[in-house]
């Protein structure tokens, strides 16, 4: 069997399960951790019982390392994720990889230049929900979508955004603007809006949005409200808020067919997918809401599987530079709505 030999950059929050996944897989093993601050790679190392540096040419010099998996602030992600892929690694970089389009080109032209995979951590596509989602509207049960809504419910303490939600790494980057480049749609609703697209392929068009920091104190939107277009004329509407009271299980979309409705549930929640379907399929029943019963899957662990077997097989990373440009694409586009009144284009 071919074995994928990990370091990991960045020793936060995000990196305590992926470390873990690392470690439970068969095809993949854990060689080195990174982070400027030395308590939290020190902490990473004993969690995973392998070495730290404090220095991360230490790690992209290591020729036991295949592959980076990349968790640091929105702003260095990019260029850390170049220096990866310029020491000959493949990259499995946290989203949203970029804050510029131009700088996520640049990163899939290095990847092709240098043949390594350019993964990016989109891992909420596993969830079973979203699995049993793309199922029923490939094969058309919906029948034609013209419409889908969209929620990003968070009740976040307002510690949230100097600690993040587990307390682990002190630092206030997430509310600063030129550090996070957005606040929790960037955060948040890319991974809805990632899902969106691996459940139904339509592509947004058009935006208009509007935008506001109106609870906490930060630089980054803590609410956002938006309406999109899609290219097959579907319309849909998102509202994004970080400090909705008494939210629970609110990361959540419907999709309207014109044979059917299907409402996918949050995935980090183990709530079922309810459909209601005009004429019976399966044991469907018709003209009912029916719940969908769904799997339990580690969507950590299977996203480094697949980016891993990628790797060894030589293959385009599964989650890749062309989705974190198209999630990256819509979310800016809704920023700049906000800020200039006005529709905007996607080309
Ligand atoms: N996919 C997911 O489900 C998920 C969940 C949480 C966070 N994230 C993403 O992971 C990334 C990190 O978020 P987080 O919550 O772990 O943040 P965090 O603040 O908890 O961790 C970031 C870590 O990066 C370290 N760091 C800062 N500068 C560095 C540098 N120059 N070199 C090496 N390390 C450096 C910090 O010391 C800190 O330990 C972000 O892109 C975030 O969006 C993804």
């Given at each position: 069997m071919t074995v994928t030999r990990f370091g990991i950059v960045g020793c936060g929050s995000a990196a305590v399960p992926v470390c873990q996944a690392i470690a439970n897989l068969p095809d993949t093993t854990l060689a080195r951790v990174h982070d400027v601050n030395v308590e939290l790679a020190r902490d990473l190392s004993e969690r995973c019982n392998v070495p730290y540096t404090t220095d991360v040419n230490e790690l992209l010099n290591d020729s036991d390392i295949d592959a980076v998996y990349l968790a640091v602030p929105h702003d260095l992600l990019a260029g850390l994720a170049r220096q990866v892929l310029q020491a000959n690694k493949h990259a499995l970089v946290e989203k949203p990889l970029a804050l510029t389009l131009d700088e996520i080109d640049e990163l899939i032209a290095l990847a092709e230049e240098k043949q390594r995979a350019l993964g990016v951590f989109?891992?909420?596509?596993?969830?079973d929900s979203f699995r049993q989602a793309r199922e029923l509207v490939q094969a058309k049960r919906l029948g034609e979508i013209f419409g889908v809504k969209m929620q990003t419910l968070i009740d976040k303490k307002l510690t949230y955004w100097n600690?993040?939600?587990?307390?682990?790494s002190a630092n206030?980057?997430?509310?600063?603007k030129k550090r996070a480049g957005g606040g929790v749609t960037l955060m948040n609703t890319s991974h809805l809006l990632d899902a969106l697209w691996y459940v139904t392929n339509l592509q947004v068009t058009r935006v208009a949005a509007e935008s506001g920091t109106?609870?906490?104190?930060?630089?980054?939107?803590d609410t956002l409200a938006a309406t999109l277009r899609f290219h097959n004329g579907a319309l849909g509407s998102l509202f994004a808020g970080a400090h909705i009271v008494g939210a629970h299980a609110g990361e959540a979309f419907e999709i309207y067919g014109t044979h059917g409705t299907l409402r996918v549930p949050?995935?980090?929640?183990?709530e079922p997918l309810e459909i209601f379907l005009r004429t019976r399929w399966n044991d469907i029943p018709a003209a009912t809401w029916h719940m969908l019963p769904r799997a339990s899957v580690n969507v950590f662990e299977r996203a480094v599987q697949d980016f891993a077997r990628a790797v060894q097989n030589n293959?385009?990373?599964?989650?890749?530079g062309n989705d974190a440009r198209r999630v990256l694409q819509i979310i800016l586009a809704m920023y700049r709505a906000a800020e200039e009144k006005r529709a905007v284009n996607l080309q």
């Open positions: 989109y891992e909420m596509r596993y969830a600690v993040g939600y587990s307390g682990r206030p980057w997430r509310g600063e109106l609870v906490a104190h930060v630089e980054v939107e949050d995935p980090y929640s183990d293959a385009r990373a599964p989650i890749n």
